[in-house]
């Protein structure tokens, strides 16, 4: 297997001869959680708290294990694509820490980076044998029907960034590590999950450019909203949204607390970055149905499934 990049999923792919521009926008969809997903994390207190842990754990194997983002983003792409899809069990903790170990795993493969789970486990006390994890593994690819080569906001950086005609290649660069840092910033945001990866993009590119560049932002602005590939009215409101995180605790304050630790990533630092639809979450008990929409993808109920076909 090619070490997987995420600016360039395409390549080496199946569909590398059709890897063009187009087929990147019109792929992008099925990279992307079910989308029941978004209003199902705004109703049910359960999704919400199961997706924390979830991302707290994989922050954790990330600076325990010294991973690099790109795969522990990958990870956390995988984990919301199969919860969107399964139907998660309630009172059993132990899903949430085997479906991480099976994601982490799966994104390191693709990435080519090897790391001791076992290692990990003994660490913090997990109790999941090689084949329990296999076998979890196998669980996600099915539901996430082996597209593995997931279509990231990353994928369109370098598109968009050749859209201002910039000359000077430090300035591009500055462009890209600002927007770069933006979307790492925005994974663990709830309302950011409705958006396409291109339109986290442009508007990551468009936030980082009136930061960095404020004089020519107009200019910038009206690049990107004249692409045909993306839709003016969404880009804005991702930008509001990504503006408004950075706005807000959720900016540098993460980063720098989040790097400064290097054993546990208590779920306290994710409590400052979640937005207001996380706390402002029903408190109901009965976690809400995500339903698939134009996927015929047959669900399972996970806790007679898990008891057969990973924990034997």
């Known amino acids: 297997m090619d070490n997987f990049d995420l600016e360039d999923p395409l390549a080496s792919s199946e569909e590398q001869q059709s890897h063009t521009l187009s087929a990147l926008f019109s792929s992008e969809s099925d990279h992307m959680p079910s989308r029941n997903y978004f209003h199902c994390l705004r109703t049910s207190e359960f999704h919400v708290s199961f997706r924390q842990e979830a991302i707290s754990l994989i922050l954790q194997v990330q600076y325990s294990c010294n991973l690099d983002p790109y795969t522990q983003y990958l990870a956390i792409n995988y984990m919301d694509r199969f919860i969107s899809w399964q139907e998660i069990p309630q009172g059993s903790p132990w899903v949430v820490r085997l479906l991480v170990m099976a994601c982490i795993s799966l994104a390191a493969k693709m990435k080519e980076i090897h790391f001791s789970l076992s290692d990990f486990q003994?660490?913090?006390?997990f109790i999941f044998d090689?084949?329990?994890?296999?076998?979890?593994?196998?669980?996600?690819?099915?539901?996430?029907?082996?597209?593995?080569?997931?279509?990231?906001?990353?994928?369109?950086?370098?598109?968009?960034?050749?859209?201002?005609?910039?000359?000077?290649?430090?300035?591009?660069?500055?462009?890209?590590?600002?927007?770069?840092?933006?979307?790492f910033q925005a994974r663990v945001e709830i309302n950011l999950l409705e958006f396409?990866?291109?339109?986290?993009?442009?508007?990551?590119?468009?936030?980082?450019?009136?930061?960095?560049?404020?004089?020519?932002?107009p200019s910038f602005e009206t690049s990107i909203l004249c692409c045909e590939y993306v839709k003016k009215e969404m880009v804005l409101k991702c930008f509001n949204a990504l503006q408004e995180m950075v706005n807000n605790e959720a900016s540098e304050s993460m980063v720098d607390v989040v790097s400064s630790s290097s054993t546990r990533i208590p779920v306290s630092v994710l409590d400052c970055h979640c937005n207001k639809s996380e706390s402002e979450s029903t408190n109901s008990t009965t976690a809400a149905t995500v339903t698939p929409e134009n996927r015929e993808i047959k669900r399972r109920k996970l806790n007679g499934f898990f008891a057969e076909k990973v924990i034997k």
């Open 122 to 125: 003994r660490e913090e006390g």
């Open 130 to 183: 090689a084949p329990a994890i296999q076998r979890m593994e196998l669980l996600v690819l099915d539901a996430l029907n082996w597209r593995m080569r997931s279509i990231t906001p990353f994928s369109f950086i370098t598109f968009f960034v050749s859209l201002f005609q910039l000359k000077d290649p430090p300035l591009s660069q500055a462009l890209k590590d600002r927007a770069t840092h933006i979307i």
């Open 196 to 217: 396409k990866p291109s339109i986290i993009a442009a508007s990551a590119l468009l936030l980082a450019c009136h930061k960095l560049f404020p004089l020519q932002f």
